[in-house]
């Protein structure tokens, strides 16, 4: 059989060209504007400054917008070498181009949003205009979108200068950022132990100071998780809030982009951001109340709060119980009612959503082929070959797993048994919850067991790294809002967070309670 | 051939819908274009995009759906069908399969053995694949993604059809129905109609059905026809050899006038069917359904009765006007505009179609105006032009759609009636014909034809007939 050649897409682009973007390589070598910016900010670093902070100091001239990027680029490159939270970063004349075009536009009164001329980083699974979007995975090692996710055009609608593109697990599989093509993560507040996962590059580059805040995407905790493990904040919205349009799927039914920020207001000011209706996105839902920042009100009286008693019994971290039950009895002290509750079912959502988010992956990641975009295997015969061997060297072993496990579940003679199953599971879960939320306003527990493990020890044992997500998963099954704020830290001087959980279309009312836990923390 | 055999067919029909745009992008769906001209991410399979449903694309199912008499799934669901191959971009085609949009439902064709009613299982939409090119000279293939993602329905029947006819009479019906329902334009040569054939064979009697093969790349309706009787004697051939039919896809090639195996059902791929999660559920609503049944044009059945009724032509004529929407809507406007429906009729059936015939074109491929035939139709009304000459003009108007009235003056056609110009020439002609003359005044009275079709050819065909024959029968009796 002759060799297949399928003819390459008007897409594809030079490989040395989007290489030069990797990491550290694409830092100029002088950065000693830094610290003009430094000084000219009163001794303190602009890196200091939240999100809204710096966007108030851009719009009253204290800082320019070129200062705070290259106050950011400079850091990044500082910190890279050790944390590693970025896939790639952009051409520094790319970075400072578009500073001065946001800088004169703010100038000109075109840019009126809190968030204009802020950096932000982006997690590398959204695609961008001609930035190489990988997925951390091998597979899309080269590729430059010719389009930029709803999601990231609404950012930079109000004026946003990315940075980079943050590192994940590969295609967003995994709870470490372990899995990554492209090396891993590691942990700002001790790199002995991992950031978590999957938007564990966009969690590391907030806590390290190498950007104001970051785009994440949650299937099954990957927003909430690592927000925990970094000690910031992060929300996963309702689903259906933020468009999925160019964000490259997972698990289509359950994804959804959220922000990451230094605070609760940074987070709510993001999420009303890049919350719209998009005609582009069948799963949008056209909503009137994404005025989140009007839900930042210390004051929590008379709201009623659940703890589910499932969430605090076996196999959750003795530190972090004792975090959850303090947090619980600062609400009480402020007027909520907080009462322990039996939401049932919890032990079935890490199986569902296993079999859910692998069956949609495995179809999915079909695309990836070799065929259009992305990585083709150099040398084979025919086409199946050429499938196989693409495939084979693209995908690493977790996603690997995972399309096996999918293409199972989904297989003749097992649909029913497995993936039907688990619909029907996720419907009951579904039930469970709105049952709880008849009785509550929000739902308080941990965002995960234990605080962040150390490098190398969750890969060897999968299920057991599945497990972790036992307190996140069914937030994604349910639709529901959630979010992690940071409470604390273990002895160990890891911070410990938070998981709020609010009803379909209540982010309100998680990131009132959210920003009173905050008050609380700052007062202390 | 000792025993009796039954053949049992059903047939899948894909259908190309005639939106504008693509099922689930904005991209034209239009035919030709520059390779990949016609693309966007989404029907390129980039990651990250996502499909949205063109609400066009289900008017025209529920349309179709309701024309067939068939029950309606209001709440109906997207599936995707996953296997990998390169027209394909996603590497998984969007699909209906546990909850298809219309389903069973029937029409009704007409066989020698009177009306007989086909069974349709179901009707479901989907999108088609690019097309692949394979470069000899460079050794490559290519793929071109301007058909990716264009809308289609398939028809799924019964196993209720005998024999090729049946067949063909029941692909005439959908045909016939999705025209006129606007649709599509059901090409079969260009694609745009595609039929796969289930048959299988039993022994005359047998309540149990035979094993069935699926037949694929069928492009005409005669290679349907031919096929069907192929694979009917090959699946005969092996039963009276004691062999096993085996169920398999096999691939006619009309050239060879033989089918060749494909793939069997032992390596039947696993679709690993699920419901798309990035569409949602279409809800079709009773009011919708109300709409759609309100906005359904006259069907081939009501207009060729009406045709009986309102233009008073007999049942032959209506048939064949109505057999074709294209037709009919000539035959209509025509008639709106010089209202003569039986002088009409006799153009389209009898001269349209002639040509037709001798051009191998179908009805719809009448490209000329009503407005040409209908001043045409009043040039012979008013005796500018004759008959004769007329078909020759009709013939112009086929084929470019000429103005009749300029093209008649252009080539001096009109019609002569002067009598003494005419006198002159029916002279001229007696004169060079005694031998007729005589055998006329002997009482042979078929040689005043003669005389006279001698007259019409002097005269090119421009001679008014009833002139004519007064003055040659005035001139041979004097």
């Given at each position: 059989?002759?060799?297949?050649?399928?003819?390459?897409?008007?897409f594809?682009?030079?490989v040395?060209?989007?290489?030069?973007?990797?990491t550290?390589?694409?830092?100029?070598e002088?950065?000693s504007?830094?610290l003009?910016?430094?000084e000219?900010?009163?001794?303190?670093?602009?890196?200091?400054?939240?999100?809204?902070?710096l966007?108030?100091?851009?719009?009253s001239?204290?800082?320019t917008?070129?200062?705070a990027?290259?106050a950011?680029?400079?850091?990044?490159?500082?910190m890279?070498?050790?944390?590693?939270?970025?896939?790639?970063v952009?051409?520094?004349?790319?970075?400072?181009?578009?500073a001065?075009?946001?800088q004169?536009?703010?100038e000109?009164?075109?840019?009126?949003?809190?968030?204009?001329?802020?950096?932000?980083?982006v997690?590398?699974?959204?695609?961008?205009?001609d930035?190489?979007?990988?997925?951390?995975?091998?597979i899309?090692?080269?590729?430059?979108p010719p389009?930029?996710?709803?999601?990231?055009?609404?950012?930079?609608k109000?004026?946003?200068?990315?940075?980079?593109?943050t590192n994940?697990?590969e295609?967003?599989?995994?709870?470490?950022?372990?899995?990554?093509?492209?090396?891993?993560t590691?942990n700002?507040?001790?790199?002995?132990?991992?950031?978590?996962?999957?938007?564990?590059?966009?969690c590391?580059?907030v806590?390290?100071?190498?950007?104001?805040?970051?785009?994440?995407?949650?299937?099954?905790?990957s927003?909430?998780?690592?927000?925990?493990?970094?000690?910031?904040?992060?929300?996963?919205?309702?689903?259906g809030?933020?468009?999925?349009?160019g964000?490259?799927?997972?698990?289509?039914?359950?994804?959804?982009?959220?922000?990451?920020?230094?605070t609760?207001s940074?987070?709510?000011?993001v999420l009303?951001?890049?919350s719209?209706?998009?005609?582009?996105?069948?799963?949008?839902?056209?909503?009137?109340?994404?005025?989140?920042t009007?839900?930042?009100?210390?004051?929590?009286?008379?709201?009623?709060?659940?703890?589910p008693?499932?969430?605090?019994?076996?196999?959750?971290?003795?530190?972090?119980?004792?975090?959850v039950?303090?947090?619980a009895?600062?609400m009480?002290?402020?007027?909520?009612?907080?009462?322990?509750?039996?939401?049932?079912?919890?032990?079935?959502?890490?199986?569902?959503y296993?079999?859910?988010?692998?069956?949609?992956?495995s179809?999915?990641?079909?695309r990836?082929?070799?065929?259009?975009?992305?990585?083709?295997?150099?040398?084979y015969?025919?086409?199946?070959?050429?499938?196989?061997?693409?495939?084979?060297?693209?995908?690493g072993?977790?996603?690997?797993?995972?399309i096996?496990?999918?293409?199972?579940?989904?297989?003749?003679?097992?649909y029913?048994?497995?993936?039907?199953?688990a619909?029907?599971?996720k419907?009951?879960?579904?039930?469970?919850?709105?049952?709880?939320?008849?009785?509550?306003?929000?739902?308080?527990?941990?965002?995960?067991?234990t605080?962040?493990?150390?490098?190398?020890?969750?890969?060897?044992?999968?299920?057991?790294?599945?497990?972790?997500?036992?307190?996140?998963v069914?937030?994604?099954?349910?639709?529901?809002?959630?979010?992690?704020?940071?409470?604390g830290q273990?002895?160990q001087?890891?911070?410990?967070?938070?998981?709020?959980?609010g009803?379909?279309f209540?982010?309100?009312?998680?990131?009132?309670?959210?920003?009173?836990?905050?008050?609380?923390?700052?007062?202390? | 051939?000792?025993?009796?055999?039954?053949t049992?067919i059903?047939?899948?029909v894909h259908?190309?819908?005639?939106?504008?745009?693509?099922?689930?992008?904005?991209?034209?769906?239009?035919?030709?274009?520059?390779?990949?001209?016609h693309?966007?991410?989404v029907?390129?399979?980039?990651p990250?995009?996502?499909?949205?449903?063109n609400?066009?694309?289900?008017?025209?199912a529920?349309?179709?759906g309701?024309?067939?008499n068939?029950?309606?799934n209001?709440?109906?669901?997207?599936?995707?069908k996953?296997?990998?191959y390169?027209?394909n971009?996603?590497?998984?085609?969007?699909?209906?399969?546990?909850?298809?949009?219309?389903?069973?439902g029937?029409?009704?064709?007409?066989?020698?053995?009177?009306?007989?009613?086909?069974?349709?299982?179901?009707?479901h939409?989907?999108?088609d694949?690019?097309?692949l090119?394979h470069d000899?000279?460079?050794d490559c293939?290519?793929?071109?993604f301007?058909?990716?993602?264009?809308?289609?329905?398939?028809i799924?029947?019964?196993?209720?059809?005998?024999?090729?006819?049946?067949?063909l009479?029941?692909l005439?019906?959908?045909?016939?129905?999705?025209?006129?329902?606007?649709a599509s334009?059901?090409?079969?040569?260009?694609?745009?109609?595609?039929?796969?054939?289930?048959?299988?064979?039993?022994e005359?009697?047998?309540?149990?059905?035979?094993t069935?093969?699926?037949?694929?790349?069928?492009?005409?309706?005669?290679?349907?026809a031919?096929?069907?009787?192929?694979?009917?004697?090959?699946q005969?051939?092996?039963i009276?050899?004691?062999?096993?039919?085996?169920?398999e896809?096999?691939?006619?090639?009309?050239?060879?006038?033989?089918?060749?195996?494909?793939?069997?059902?032992e390596?039947a791929?696993?679709?690993?069917?699920?419901?798309?999660p990035?569409?949602?559920p279409?809800v079709?609503?009773?009011?919708?359904i109300?709409?759609?049944?309100?906005?359904?044009p006259e069907?081939?059945?009501?207009?060729?009765?009406?045709?009986?009724?309102?233009?008073?032509?007999p049942?032959?004529?209506a048939?064949?006007?109505t057999s074709?929407?294209?037709?009919?809507?000539?035959?209509e406007?025509?008639?709106a505009?010089?209202?003569?429906?039986?002088?009409?009729?006799?153009?389209?059936m009898?001269?349209?179609?002639r040509?037709?015939k001798e051009?191998?074109?179908?009805?719809q491929?009448m490209?000329f105006?009503?407005?040409?035939?209908?001043?045409?139709?009043?040039?012979?009304?008013?005796g500018?032009?004759?008959?004769?000459?007329?078909?020759?003009?009709?013939?112009?108007?086929f084929?470019?759609?000429?103005?009749?009235?300029?093209?008649?003056?252009?080539k001096?056609?009109?019609?002569?009636?002067?009598?003494?110009?005419?006198?002159?020439?029916?002279?001229?002609?007696?004169?060079?014909?005694?031998q007729s003359?005589?055998d006329?005044?002997?009482?042979?009275?078929?040689?005043?034809?003669?005389?006279?079709?001698?007259?019409?050819?002097?005269m090119?065909?421009?001679?008014?007939?009833s002139?004519?024959n007064?003055i040659?029968?005035?001139?041979?009796?004097?």
């Amino acid at each position: 059989m002759a060799d297949w050649q399928i003819g390459r897409s008007r897409f594809e682009i030079g490989v040395k060209e989007s290489l030069k973007q990797n990491t550290c390589a694409a830092i100029g070598e002088e950065n000693s504007k830094n610290l003009a910016a430094v000084e000219r900010s009163g001794g303190m670093s602009v890196l200091e400054l939240n999100a809204l902070e710096l966007g108030k100091k851009i719009k009253s001239g204290e800082v320019t917008v070129l200062e705070a990027v290259e106050a950011c680029l400079a850091r990044i490159k500082e910190m890279e070498p050790t944390i590693h939270a970025y896939v790639t970063v952009v051409d520094e004349e790319r970075a400072v181009e578009r500073a001065k075009k946001v800088q004169a536009m703010i100038e000109e009164g075109a840019l009126t949003s809190p968030l204009a001329g802020v950096p932000v980083a982006v997690k590398d699974n959204l695609c961008t205009k001609d930035l190489r979007t990988t997925c951390s995975s091998n597979i899309l090692y080269n590729f430059v979108p010719p389009y930029t996710a709803e999601a990231v055009w609404n950012l930079e609608k109000a004026g946003a200068v990315i940075l980079g593109k943050t590192n994940m697990d590969e295609f967003a599989m995994g709870s470490t950022t372990e899995t990554s093509a492209f090396g891993v993560t590691r942990n700002p507040w001790n790199t002995e132990h991992v950031p978590g996962g999957s938007s564990g590059g966009s969690c590391a580059a907030v806590a390290a100071k190498e950007c104001f805040y970051a785009l994440g995407s949650d299937t099954g905790g990957s927003i909430r998780q690592p927000s925990s493990f970094c000690g910031v904040t992060g929300i996963k919205p309702t689903y259906g809030t933020v468009s999925r349009y160019g964000l490259i799927a997972y698990g289509s039914s359950l994804d959804q982009v959220g922000p990451i920020g230094k605070t609760v207001s940074d987070c709510a000011a993001v999420l009303e951001a890049v919350s719209s209706y998009d005609n582009k996105d069948s799963t949008s839902i056209p909503r009137k109340d994404l005025d989140f920042t009007s839900a930042l009100v210390d004051d929590v009286k008379g709201m009623r709060i659940g703890i589910p008693r499932d969430y605090l019994g076996e196999g959750l971290d003795e530190e972090v119980r004792a975090a959850v039950l303090e947090a619980a009895g600062e609400m009480r002290q402020r007027g909520a009612v907080v009462e322990e509750f039996d939401l049932s079912l919890t032990e079935y959502a890490i199986p569902a959503y296993y079999v859910i988010a692998s069956a949609e992956a495995s179809s999915n990641l079909a695309r990836f082929d070799g065929v259009k975009y992305g990585l083709r295997a150099k040398e084979y015969e025919g086409l199946h070959q050429m499938y196989k061997k693409s495939r084979s060297q693209g995908f690493g072993p977790e996603v690997k797993r995972r399309i096996m496990l999918g293409s199972f579940v989904l297989s003749s003679g097992y649909y029913d048994a497995y993936y039907l199953k688990a619909l029907r599971t996720k419907a009951l879960i579904k039930e469970a919850f709105d049952r709880a939320f008849a009785e509550y306003d929000m739902i308080l527990g941990p965002a995960a067991p234990t605080t962040a493990p150390k490098l190398g020890e969750s890969l060897r044992d999968p299920l057991k790294m599945y497990l972790g997500d036992i307190y996140t998963v069914a937030v994604n099954l349910a639709g529901l809002p959630a979010m992690t704020a940071p409470w604390g830290q273990d002895k160990q001087g890891l911070p410990v967070g938070l998981q709020l959980i609010g009803d379909c279309f209540q982010e309100k009312k998680i990131i009132r309670a959210a920003y009173t836990f905050e008050q609380i923390r700052e007062g202390r | 051939m000792s025993r009796q055999y039954e053949t049992v067919i059903g047939l899948e029909v894909h259908v190309e819908l005639a939106t504008k745009t693509k099922i689930f992008c904005g991209c034209s769906t239009e035919f030709g274009g520059a390779p990949n001209s016609h693309t966007c991410p989404v029907c390129m399979g980039m990651p990250g995009a996502l499909p949205v449903l063109n609400r066009q694309v289900v008017e025209y199912a529920l349309a179709v759906g309701l024309a067939a008499n068939c029950q309606i799934n209001q709440y109906c669901k997207f599936d995707r069908k996953n296997y990998f191959y390169p027209d394909n971009p996603q590497n998984y085609q969007i699909s209906q399969l546990y909850l298809p949009i219309c389903h069973d439902g029937w029409v009704e064709i007409e066989t020698a053995g009177g009306t007989k009613r086909i069974g349709i299982h179901e009707i479901h939409m989907e999108e088609d694949a690019g097309k692949l090119i394979h470069d000899e000279w460079e050794d490559c293939s290519l793929v071109d993604f301007n058909r990716s993602g264009v809308p289609l329905i398939e028809i799924v029947s019964e196993p209720d059809m005998r024999n090729a006819d049946e067949v063909l009479a029941y692909l005439d019906k959908l045909r016939m129905m999705i025209q006129y329902l606007g649709a599509s334009d059901c090409k079969l040569q260009e694609g745009s109609m595609r039929a796969d054939v289930n048959l299988s064979v039993r022994e005359a009697g047998s309540p149990r059905l035979g094993t069935r093969t699926e037949m694929k790349n069928l492009n005409s309706f005669k290679a349907i026809a031919r096929a069907i009787e192929g694979e009917k004697r090959r699946q005969i051939e092996l039963i009276e050899e004691g062999k096993m039919v085996i169920q398999e896809t096999r691939r006619w090639d009309d050239n060879k006038e033989y089918s060749y195996a494909m793939r069997s059902k032992e390596d039947a791929q696993d679709y690993r069917y699920f419901p798309d999660p990035d569409l949602m559920p279409v809800v079709i609503s009773d009011e919708w359904i109300k709409e759609i049944r309100h906005r359904q044009p006259e069907l081939q059945p009501e207009k060729m009765r009406r045709y009986q009724e309102e233009f008073r032509l007999p049942e032959y004529d209506a048939e064949i006007l109505t057999s074709s929407k294209h037709m009919a809507d000539v035959f209509e406007e025509t008639v709106a505009l010089c209202g003569k429906p039986k002088e009409v009729s006799n153009w389209l059936m009898v001269e349209a179609m002639r040509l037709l015939k001798e051009h191998e074109q179908d009805a719809q491929d009448m490209s000329f105006g009503p407005a040409n035939l209908a001043k045409l139709i009043d040039l012979v009304d008013r005796g500018v032009v004759n008959r004769t000459v007329a078909k020759a003009v009709f013939e112009a108007i086929f084929a470019r759609d000429v103005d009749p009235a300029a093209y008649v003056e252009e080539k001096g056609l009109k019609m002569v009636s002067d009598e003494g110009a005419l006198r002159t020439v029916i002279e001229g002609v007696l004169e060079a014909n005694p031998q007729s003359v005589a055998d006329y005044r002997n009482g042979k009275e078929k040689a005043m034809g003669f005389l006279v079709g001698q007259t019409m050819r002097a005269m090119k065909g421009k001679a008014d007939p009833s002139v004519v024959n007064k003055i040659v029968k005035e001139l041979l009796t004097k």
